[in-house]
């Protein structure tokens, strides 16, 4: 049999294929309607694991067992998205516990930072918010989302992450242990300066304080000046109060120019992030389930099964609703070895139908599911 004529057997099969597949679909969306009808989840994940081993078994080798396995998977996932589908066309597409709001109230709410006057936060925070925000500074991230949670401040801005250097782990983490939720976001340009005691030289330090993301962007600069010792601190404006307070011309700070400001620093050397393009990206963070009528991003987090194809079917929902995810991280799990739990941004409203419907889906599949925010 020459080439031609085994694909034309190929286009045989592959009709017989697609025809026993829009039969299967069919007897799915029956299925579906007597789940609606009788109160029945759609994801049976015993029932999937008995089916998967019954056809992997009518194999002949290993190799087509392994086949056989993925097919069906991708099989029954479509065929639950197609269930989800039906129940939200039906209405019953789950309640979610988050109020819409046509507004945030900036001009009678308290608001609370990390750090201290001339922090980039401060800056983030008046940008959103306003010149004449009521506001208050902390020492910690886990002392904002704590003020939120007890009710002494409205909102919270924290960093969440940097252009140059990457996520704020700590950030991320804390939204999950907190029963906080992101309202809104605020993107500020990065220019970092080095600055000291008045009359200070760059031949006269010998060390330097930052918080250390701020020691990552300027990396380049200071490894030029290796000669300087590098040490972290919670916050950068911190550093610039600490090099003011201790009038030691051999310590700077890198921190912003507001900071060398309000602590009476000179500023050694602009600019001196590695990037060019240097911004950070601040979130709003409040003590309520509300999201604002326009909101188009929403941000998640998931813990899903330990197994092979977890992460590709909790994925396949985005796909199958068609929205757009922006952004994945992932982040150890406390106490489970090399488990993990992925943080996921997405296009949407939770208005929408389709965010709706593949939230379904993915709390149904997942071990634990969290909606950090729509903003």
């Known amino acids: 049999m020459d080439l031609q004529q085994l694909r034309v057997e190929i286009d045989s099969v592959d009709r017989q294929i697609v025809d026993l597949f829009e039969?299967?679909?069919?007897?799915?969306?029956?299925?579906?309607?007597?789940?609606?009808?009788?109160?029945?989840?759609?994801?049976?994940?015993?029932?999937?694991?008995?089916?998967?081993?019954?056809v992997r078994d009518m194999a002949s080798s290993d190799f087509n067992r392994t086949g056989v396995e993925e097919l069906f998977s991708h099989l029954m996932s479509m065929s639950r998205k197609l269930q989800y589908q039906k129940l939200a066309s039906?209405?019953?597409?789950?309640?979610?516990?988050?109020?819409?709001?046509?507004?945030?109230?900036?001009?009678?709410?308290?608001?609370?930072?990390?750090?201290?006057?001339?922090?980039?936060?401060?800056?983030a925070m008046k940008k959103f918010f306003g010149e004449n925000v009521k506001s208050f500074h902390v020492e910690t991230f886990r002392d904002a989302m704590s003020v939120l949670e007890e009710g002494s401040a409205d909102y919270a801005v924290l960093p969440i992450e940097n252009s140059t250097a990457g996520i704020v782990s700590e950030v991320y983490d804390l939204l999950t242990e907190y029963e906080n939720y992101i309202v809104?976001?605020?993107?500020?340009?990065?220019?970092?300066?080095?600055?000291?005691?008045?009359?200070?030289?760059?031949?006269?330090?010998?060390?330097?304080?930052?918080?250390?993301?701020s020691l990552m962007q300027s990396s380049r600069f200071l490894n030029?000046?290796?000669?300087?010792?590098?040490?972290?601190?919670?916050n950068n404006a911190f550093a610039a109060r600490k090099v003011a307070e201790d009038k030691d011309i051999t310590q700077a700070a890198i921190a912003?120019?507001?900071?060398?400001g309000i602590y009476g620093l000179d500023i050694i050397q602009e600019g001196i992030n590695q990037a060019d393009s240097n911004s950070t990206r601040f979130i709003?963070?409040?003590?309520?389930?509300?999201?604002?009528?326009?909101?188009?991003?929403?941000?998640?987090?998931l813990e899903i099964p330990h197994e092979a194809g977890s992460l590709y079917h909790i994925m396949s929902h985005f796909i199958y609703n068609n929205l757009n995810m922006t952004k994945i991280?992932?982040?150890?799990?406390?106490?489970?070895?090399?488990?993990?739990?992925?943080?996921?941004?997405?296009?949407?409203?939770?208005?929408?139908?389709?965010?709706?419907n593949a939230l379904r889906g993915l709390r149904e599949e997942a071990k634990m599911m969290k909606i950090l925010g729509n903003y």
């Open 329 to 356: 991280e992932s982040r150890p799990i406390e106490d489970k070895d090399w488990e993990y739990r992925f943080f996921i941004d997405f296009e949407g409203n939770l208005e929408d139908s389709s965010v709706r």
């Open 23 to 54: 039969k299967r679909m069919e007897i799915a969306s029956q299925v579906a309607d007597y789940k609606i009808a009788n109160g029945k989840k759609v994801f049976d994940k015993e029932r999937e694991a008995q089916k998967i081993k019954a």
């Open 284 to 301: 709003i963070v409040a003590n309520q389930k509300v999201f604002l009528k326009g909101a188009g991003k929403i941000s998640l987090c």
């Open 256 to 260: 912003s120019s507001a900071a060398a």
């Open 224 to 234: 030029e000046h290796s000669d300087i010792q590098q040490i972290g601190m919670k």
């Open 90 to 123: 039906a209405g019953a597409t789950g309640r979610l516990p988050f109020i819409a709001i046509d507004s945030i109230d900036k001009d009678n709410s308290r608001v609370c930072y990390q750090g201290a006057e001339g922090a980039y936060s401060e800056m």
């Open 184 to 213: 809104g976001e605020q993107i500020i340009e990065i220019r970092h300066c080095l600055m000291g005691v008045p009359g200070a030289k760059l031949d006269d330090i010998k060390t330097v304080y930052s918080h250390p993301q």
